[in-house]
Each structure stands twice: as structure tokens, then as C-alpha cells.
């Protein structure tokens, strides 16, 4: 699974990101415009220096000439028929290059440095200017060092920028979403268009707003099924079970027939139970646990309750209880426990051989308390353990009577409970069931 992106944090480094490539682009423009406007600058300089030792040179000593070459580390020689006429105070570059026949502008690489070189000629005289590239460029990368750290700065202040904006932005995204998250079954109600209009977002919440719509026509329809389902297979079942048990009074005396009646009231009672589990698992929601009304429940107690209510059927296959409870107090509602414990019990007897026995003991922890039942057996496969829980589901080849529901409303009640139920295999042969709760101090 692919980690997710917040939409935030993408939007902050897209906007960035073409922030940054601007910025450099600019940054390499204007560092190309200024490297060509430095060379023509300096260019010039050497051409104005030329001019005044080919015009008077005695002016030109006393004036501009010198202070030139000092301030922008020029250095030249005025020549005569080969003979130095006048050079500048630093004539180590200068003396190092030959006079080269060709005038004008050159480059050449000298000492490990790229230099200018400047060749001119009048009347007779021949002069020789020299400049090292890397003065013209120092006060350039000083300047374009200087742009690219404002540029840094502008970036981190964008950013911060761009986090206040987008988050103010994404307020409506959220409230939307926060809307989303807060409607139940009971609540179905339309989505509120974010104010001010967003024009992107329209269509989401038309979407969001149909499919409530269907949702409620749907959990409508099956409130409505329930209920009539409710009422109109209970009523069938309770007549036909009166009528069994006057059927059953008017032939008490018939060896065979009431034995009959009873093989048909086993079948109804059979069918009441799958009817009751059905509507039980309907109305369950584990995602409402907050509407689950709790109280404070004696696990002990309880498990009490379950076993003298089913205790005449535990006597039918003579079972031996091997009990070990202690006082253990929980957090949950009584009804919906009680039904949890009364399924798994009831399943344990079903699968019991006659004269097996039957192991219910309770576990405390410091933070978790853990009810186990056992009951003995001829083994259960991985297979059949991993599909336990699913609705409907019985082992094949198990002549036990039952609908398939118990375990899968058991695991379901837990969920209500923020509880676990687990399936393993026990130690007496059959089947070990483990029910764990949080810890509540009496």
C-alpha cells in the first residue's frame, strides 16, 4: 500500500518548486546580462586608457591614466620603435606578453589566468594593455552571490507564506470532510455548500450529497423490512407453536403422534432462533459504540445467569462443569454479554459429547480481563477454525443442530465492546473460545 500525500504538503512543494526554477532562471539571466555588460564596461576602460597614451601622454600620466590602472588593476606600456616609452607601476604581467603584430582585443591564458590584452598602434607608437579576467568578475560574483542569498531568503518566507495561505485555502476541504465524518444512520442530512462557493469543489459535494440521499432510501427500506419481517414471521411461528402444544395436550395419550409434534416444534423453535439472531445482527452497529448504553457487569455473575438457563440442557448429555470464575467487573451492557456468553456456552453443549465436560474459568490482568470456555470433543481442523465467526457457516459433516449466526453475532457484540474474540484449539478436544475486555476497577 502507497504511503499517503497530504494535498498540503503537494501544493506547498509544486508552488515552491516553480518558485526555485524561476528564481534560478533569473539568477543565470542576470548573471549573463551582468558578465556582458562588466566585459563591455572594462573593455571600454582599456579603450579610454589606449586613447590617452596615443594622444598626450604627458597629460595623460598626471591624470586618469594611473588612477585607472590602479583601481581597476589595468596595467600597459607605451612603446617607440621598441623602446618603453612609459609603463604602470606593476609591470610584471605586462613585461611576461610579447607585442603581438595584430591590434584590437585578445584573450590569452598566462601564469594559470585568463587575461585581456588590448593591442593598438599610432604614428609609431604601439601600446600594450593588459587586464586578468577574474577582476571583472570579482565584484560580479559578489553582486550575483548577493541576489542568490536574497533569493533563499524570499524562498523561506514563500514557504512560510504558502503554508498560512493554502491551510486557509483547504478550510473548506476540511470542514466538508469533517461533515463527512460526522454522519451516522441517524443523520443523513445534506452537506452544507462551504461559504464561500468553490467552483472545484461543487461537484463533490453534489456527489457526496445523491449518494446520502440513496443511503437513507436504502437504510429506510431496510428498517422497514426488519420490521415488517419482525412482524410478520413472529406472529406465524407463535401461532404454530400455540396450536403444537394444544395438538400435543389433545393427543397426550397417543404413544406416537405427540413425538411427531415435538419434531415440529423443535423445527419452529429452531426457526424463532434463526429469526431472532437475524434481527439481532441487523441492529447491531459497531461503528455507534458511543449510543451502546454500559454499566458496570460482574463477568462472574453473568456467566452464573448463562449456566442455570441452560442448564437442563447440559443435564440431557450429562456434562461435567469444571468452573474456575472469580469476581471480575467490566464495562459493557449486560443484555448483549449476557447474549454473547449464553451462544458460546450453548455451542459448547451442542458440541459436547454426552458425558464430556465443560471448562469456563476467568483470567485477570493488570489491564485486560479474558473469559475462556472449553469443552471437549474429537478435534477441530484449521479450516473450520479460520472460517468460524462467518455468518451461516457450520462445520460439514456435524449433525448438530443451528443456524451458523451465533459465533458471527458473538464476534460482532465484541466489536461493540472494543473487545477481541478468538478461536483456538483446546486441550480437551473441541473448541476454545477466549473473550477479552479492558480492565475496570471495581
Known sequence: MSAAISLQTRLIKHALFSSIVAGVLAWLLLLGVSSYQANQLHDELMEQISELLLGDITQAKDTQVDEL????????????????????????????????????????????????????????????????????????????????????????????ILRVAIRRQLRPLNKISREIGSKT??????????????????????????????????????????????????????????RLQVLKRQYQHDAQLPQA????????????????????????????????PMQSVNLKVLVQEVLQALQPFAEEKNIHWNLNLEDAVIDANPELIFSCIRNLVD??????????????????????????????????????????????????????????????????IMALHAGEIDFAPSDLGGLKVSLSFKHTSQ
Not at 261 to 277: A, F, S
Not at 384 to 402: D, N, S
Open 69 to 160: 590602472s590602479e583601481q581597476f588593476d589595468i596595467q600597459y606600456a607605451l612603446l617607440l620603435d621598441e623602446q618603453v616609452l612609459t609603463t604602470s607601476v606593476d609591470d610584471e604581467l605586462i613585461n611576461a606578453i610579447p607585442m603581438t603584430q595584430n591590434n584590437g582585443f585578445q584573450f590569452a591564458y598566462e601564469n594559470g589566468r585568463f587575461i585581456r590584452i588590448l593591442n593598438a598602434e599610432d604614428d609609431g607608437l604601439k601600446v600594450k594593455i593588459v587586464q586578468p579576467l577574474s577582476v571583472r568578475f570579482n565584484e560580479l560574483w559578489q553582486t550575483t552571490l548577493g541576489f542568490a542569498g536574497i533569493l533563499c531568503i524570499l524562498w523561506l518566507v514563500q514557504w512560510l
Open 185 to 242: 444512520a441517524q443523520d443523513l442530512t445534506p452537506i452544507r455548500t462551504p461559504d464561500p462557493e468553490i467552483t472545484e469543489l461543487q461537484p463533490i459535494v453534489r456527489q457526496l450529497n445523491a449518494m446520502l440521499v440513496r443511503l437513507e432510501k436504502s437504510l429506510a427500506a431496510e428498517q422497514r423490512f426488519t420490521a415488517d419481517a419482525s412482524h410478520e414471521l413472529r406472529s406465524p411461528l407463535s401461532a404454530i407453536q400455540m
Open 261 to 292: 409434534l415435538q419434531l415440529i416444534q423443535n423445527d419452529v423453535n429452531r426457526g424463532t432462533q434463526v429469526l431472532e439472531n437475524l434481527l439481532l445482527l441487523a441492529r447491531l452497529d459497531p461503528e455507534r459504540i458511543e449510543q451502546l
Open 347 to 412: 455451542n459448547a453443549i451442542r458440541y459436547t459429547p454426552p458425558q464430556g465436560q465443560i471448562e469456563i474459568r476467568t483470567v485477570i490482568q493488570q489491564h485486560q480481563i479474558q473469559l475462556l470456555i472449553e469443552n471437549s470433543g474429537e478435534g477441530i481442523s484449521g479450516d473450520v477454525l479460520e472460517r468460524l465467526g462467518e455468518r451461516f457457516y457450520r462445520a460439514l459433516g456435524t449433525r448438530t443442530q443451528g443456524s451458523g449466526l451465533g459465533l458471527s453475532i458473538c464476534r460482532k
